[in-house]
């Protein structure tokens, strides 16, 4: 080193790497921060941080870290500035009141276009195939009363408003934001997101999205798919007139439904095998799909094929044998109320009553009968105290006992069985049924983007109280689980490639058939890299020395180790 080195004022740092270089890797290749750059207004000579080197630095917090706004700070300092986009005199200028702003100047950027270009470079940078898309919307809780997120208008821009609606994360109590998602069947990767009003009806927002993804892609030539909610005239009929196509599940309130079931039950349907896959347990009877034609279509004209699962035949089935029998259960125990003393039920309308709620609580109504009797006795008591006489009156006083007897209607029974596990889809799409059941299969994986969405990545519950800025932070969420889902689908497709059927990334070194990106992030977390400072001096930097799992996750995902390695600073190293 020199004699001018003051033994003193040598500190020996660890400097975080973690999974940072394959977050980089990913963004870099969709050039992001050039986007940023494109779309963000020119910053004020007077911001002490670019507009866009804040977004960015959140982002990457969100997607390894996930630190609430006023801990950026801190999480930054523990990295290598460059890692998180920044240069070392913007570390310690990094704070959340900065990052507030820059979330108000993304607000009020055009998100839009941003979000197309994000989009198209995702599918040309990456080939993402965009021929099948799947569309589903989550609720978003937010903690607090959000008085004045009501959805004014700022800059000609309109946030989406807290309100109540219809909760799927069964907090009714709380105010939501809806996050309406659109992935590609290529490797679940986020093709579009769009953030609504807490009250928003699911089936109101699929013109708006598929008209999006129109203008988008520039082209009609995709197959939509969504769950029941898109099976209503003006979605399908908007679709099916602009030449694009659909598929979805007529929900059970249609009365094509009732109609085909009635169809089923009378044995007239000729069912077709088209997938059989091994059960999920060793020893499962194998899961088999059977498909057949509907022998009328729609009111609106388009075709109906019918499915039958044999898992979900069983479940059918199971769940009617449950519904019955708890039915039954408390019948049996309201009967034993009645013939007590005590019972508090006096008239046959209360009885009934009694019996009708199980009944419809337990979902049993169709198949169980249930008979209420009445026994009257009569029983005759002086009108006054004393002893009786001649002249004694009487009056008559009835007791009421009721009993009820239950049995099960076979014949609806029968009827309900003949259709157990069967689905109907409605569709324009003149595929085979087996390609029309392989695409809706995938719809589930839409469900896991968003339990990352929510869970890994933490996009709930939002407490931000900017309208605006919660607006714009659903962006920065969104990138971070786009990142996620390119780093699945690149680790899965090397895999593939190389004849890997399984990785040991889980404890104790057990097989991991399909990785996700939050087990990666995991595994490389610990990495970090070894400084030597004087006087708060660069001296030298020794990098993480990855093991034979982390070297062959970043191979598999082509980020070299050179990415891992801290080249000496000249420059003042702040903490």
Request: proline share 5%; aromatic share 6%.
């Amino acid at each position: 080193m020199g004699s001018w080195v003051d033994p003193e004022k040598i500190e020996v740092r660890r400097v975080a790497v973690g999974a940072l270089p394959v977050v980089n890797a990913v963004l870099d290749r969709l050039g992001f921060e050039e986007l940023l750059g494109d779309y963000l207004p020119e910053p004020d000579p007077r911001c002490a941080i670019a507009p866009a080197k804040a977004i960015g630095v959140l982002v990457r917090n969100l997607c390894v870290s996930r630190r609430p706004l006023y801990g950026l700070s801190v999480w930054a300092r523990g990295y290598e500035p460059s890692l998180v986009g920044l240069q070392a005199t913007d570390v310690v200028r990094l704070n959340d009141d900065r990052v507030g702003r820059a979330l108000d100047q993304l607000f009020a950027a055009d998100r839009a276009s941003l979000l197309t270009a994000l989009s198209l470079a995702v599918i040309g940078r990456f080939g993402v195939e965009v021929r099948e898309l799947h569309n589903d919307s989550t609720s978003i809780v937010l903690f607090g009363s959000y008085r004045e997120a009501t959805g004014q208008a700022r800059r000609g821009v309109r946030p989406p408003a807290a309100e109540r609606g219809f909760s799927k994360d069964h907090r009714g109590d709380l105010k939501q934001l809806v996050e309406i998602l659109t992935i590609s069947s290529d490797g679940a990767v986020p093709i579009a997101h769009r953030l609504a009003d807490g009250s928003t009806e699911d089936s109101t927002t699929h013109i708006a999205t598929w008209d999006q993804l129109v203008a988008m892609l520039g082209t009609t030539d995709f197959l939509y798919t969504a769950d029941c909610k898109l099976a209503t005239r003006d979605n399908m009929e908007h679709i099916a007139t602009k030449a694009g196509r659909f598929l979805t599940i007529l929900p059970r309130s249609r009365k094509e439904d009732e109609v085909g079931r009635a169809w089923i039950a009378a044995g007239e349907v000729t069912w077709q095998e088209v997938a059989r896959k091994p059960g999920k347990r060793k020893g499962d009877p194998d899961e088999v799909y059977w498909a057949a034609e509907a022998p009328g279509c729609s009111v609106e004209g388009f075709r109906i094929v019918w499915m039958r699962s044999s898992d979900k035949r069983s479940d059918d089935a199971a769940r009617r044998f449950s519904r019955i029998e708890e039915a039954r259960r408390r019948l049996v125990d309201l009967n034993e109320t009645l013939s007590s003393a005590r019972c508090r039920m006096r008239t046959r309308a209360s009885v009934d009553d009694a019996v009708a709620a199980i009944l419809k609580d337990t979902g049993a109504a169709r198949f169980l009968r249930a008979v209420v009797a009445d026994d009257t006795t009569y029983e005759h008591r002086q009108e006054k105290r004393g002893r009786p006489g001649k002249d004694t009156r009487y009056r008559r006083i009835a007791h009421y006992r009721f009993s009820i007897t239950a049995h099960v209607d076979e014949e609806a029974v029968a009827y309900d069985a003949a259709s157990d596990g069967c689905f109907p889809f409605v569709t324009n799409e003149t595929r085979a049924p087996a390609e029309l059941l392989r695409t809706y299969k995938f719809q589930p994986s839409l469900e896991r983007r968003h339990a990352t969405f929510k869970g890994v990545i933490e996009a709930a519950p939002l407490t931000l109280k900017s309208d605006a800025r919660l607006d714009a932070l659903a962006f920065c969420l969104y990138v971070a689980l786009l990142v996620h889902a390119l780093v699945e689908r690149d680790l899965r497709r090397a895999m593939a490639a190389k004849g890997i059927a399984s990785l040991p990334m889980y404890h104790e070194g057990r097989a991991c058939a399909a990785p996700t990106a939050a087990r990666v992030i995991e595994l490389l977390e610990p990495l970090s890299a070894t400084g030597v400072l004087h006087a708060g001096e660069l001296l030298a930097m020794s990098p993480p020395e990855p093991d034979a799992l982390q070297r062959q996750i970043l191979s598999l995902l082509k980020v070299p180790l050179r990415a891992y390695g801290i080249e000496k600073r000249s420059s003042r190293y702040s903490r």
